[in-house]
Each structure stands twice: as C-alpha cells, then as structure tokens.
C-alpha cells in the first residue's frame, strides 16, 4: 500500500524536545522528496521542513537552529528532530511526498504536537 504515516507527537513543556517520524511504504523512497508541514488552529497550513531525493534540506527560518531533517534510508522513514519547542510551534504536524519538483501529492493522517508555556 502506498502511504506516509506521521507519528512521534505529544504534550511537551517549553523547551523541550520531540522527534517526529514519517514512515513510507509503496514506493521508491529515494526518488521523491519528504517534506513536513504543520497546521495550527485557525493558521494556514505551512511547510516547515523537507529533504529531497539528494539529501539537500529546507527549513524555514523560524525553527532554524532547533529542528532538523534527516532520512533515514534503511527504514524508508523520515526525521524530524525538534529541540527548544516553543508554544507557537503547537500544530497538527503533516508529512508528504513530492516528486521532482510537483506538488506535494500524498500526505500522512498527521500528528498533534503541543508545547505547553
């Protein structure tokens, strides 16, 4: 079955630390880029992080310096590593697919992640 599954959110306290995963299956894992987005509540949907077929990364600037992507080739699954969490990066986490380029075309169930003050 082709399909990205996000897991690893939760309740964490400011400053503190999640790693997000997103496990793929289905297809060829090293051909498409895997990017992260998050939605909070009355926000509009915003990519936070990706890392293409080449092992090159995207972040945007706010969670610079604390997040982190990485692919995780042997399991066909995606990192997110989120260090010094802060409230405003409570969101439903999203992973998904892009190739080459296109839209981003499969997306997984999501993950609530909420950072208290």
């Known amino acids: 079955e082709v399909q990205l599954q996000a897991s690893g959110g939760g309740l964490v306290q400011a400053g503190g630390s999640l790693r997000l995963s997103c496990a793929t299956s289905?297809?060829?894992?090293?051909?498409?880029?895997i990017g992260w987005y998050r939605q909070a509540p009355g926000k509009e949907r915003e990519r936070v992080s990706c890392?293409?077929?080449?092992?090159?990364?995207y972040s945007m600037d706010s969670v610079k310096g604390r997040f982190t992507i990485s692919r995780g080739v042997a399991e066909n699954t995606v990192y997110l590593h989120m260090n010094a969490l802060k409230p405003e990066d409570t969101a439903v986490y999203y992973c998904a697919r892009q190739f080459r380029g296109k839209s981003y075309d499969l997306w997984g169930q999501g993950t609530q992640v909420t950072v208290s003050s």
């Open positions: 890392v293409n077929s080449d092992g090159t990364t």
């Open positions: 289905g297809f060829p894992f090293d051909d498409y880029a």
